[in-house]
């Protein structure tokens, strides 16, 4: 258990380095989901992040209304024109302790408390993360219209163009629903090495990762540049459903 004062104040050097976080974190978000250029490890920018949110949990004077910690990263280009989620979307978080994930589960129980649940109800599902570019397709009557990507949660990026050179995205279901699902693109090691290996050979610059290489390869004007990087996608959620006029999510 960890008391925080909430009338304690920040000490300046705790103030000093909550602005070059924010400044670093800012800074390292842009190259890593606009740029797809990323200049340190998954594994450095979780740590920036993680301090961040420890100094806004202990001093919360430190927390901006513009804090990293509290947004849904994905910058929109301008090289694209922006869509409007129909369903608001988000990121994934992450804990680095045992005691954190302890927290996130008291969270939880307090919110399906709330519902008329009991811890009895709930039960859990892990699995691996598949690191690639999060999409949000919309199906209408069984026909994929528009793919876009997550953006800042509100905003995405029209990227229907590239979705449709993806194999594993359907052009058209197999029963006629209106739905919303989202999933992810992800490029294999295979293909990823494929790739780096063409680059290499033609004096372009390598992708860091297979996760910005899938994130480069659908954020495409050309749509024949994607279909030759070999995507997958993989979907695991359904925002909204509709069938048969009826709304069944």
């Known amino acids: 258990f960890c ?5 304690a104040k920040a000490p300046k050097a705790d103030e000093k380095r909550a602005v070059e ?3 670093l974190i ?16 998954d594994e450095a920018y979780d740590s920036l992040l993680h301090e961040l949110k420890r100094l806004e949990s202990e001093y919360p004077e430190l927390k901006t209304a513009d804090s990293p910690t509290s947004r849904v990263w994905d910058a ?9 989620h129909r369903v608001r979307q988000w990121s994934f978080d992450n804990v680095f302790t045992d005691e954190e994930l302890g927290a996130w589960e008291e969270r939880l129980l307090r919110v399906i408390t709330k519902e008329g649940y009991t811890k009895k109800d709930v039960s859990y599902v892990a699995e691996q993360k598949i690191d690639g570019l999060k999409v949000v397709l919309e199906y209408d009557s069984g026909v994929l219209v528009r793919a876009a990507t997550r953006g800042d949660g509100d905003v995405g990026e029209d990227i229907t163009h590239t979705a449709r050179m993806v194999g594993d995205i359907p052009h058209t279901l197999r029963e006629p629903y209106t739905l919303i699902v989202v999933g992810e693109a992800w490029l294999s090691l295979s293909s990823f090495d494929a790739l780096n290996t063409e680059r290499e050979r033609e004096g372009e610059a390598l992708f860091a990762n297979p996760r910005n290489a899938a994130a480069g390869s659908l954020r ?3 749509p024949h540049i994607t279909k030759k990087r070999n995507l997958s996608f993989f979907c695991y959620d359904i925002d909204a459903l509709t069938e048969a006029g009826t709304q069944v999510r």
């Open 76 to 84: 929109v280009s301008d090289a694209f024109k922006k869509i409007k």
């Open 21 to 23: 976080l924010r400044k």
């Open 3 to 7: 008391y925080t004062d909430p009338m």
């Open 220 to 222: 495409q004007l050309d």
């Open 26 to 41: 800012q800074h390292h978000s842009a190259k890593y989901y606009a740029d797809d250029a990323p200049e340190i490890s």
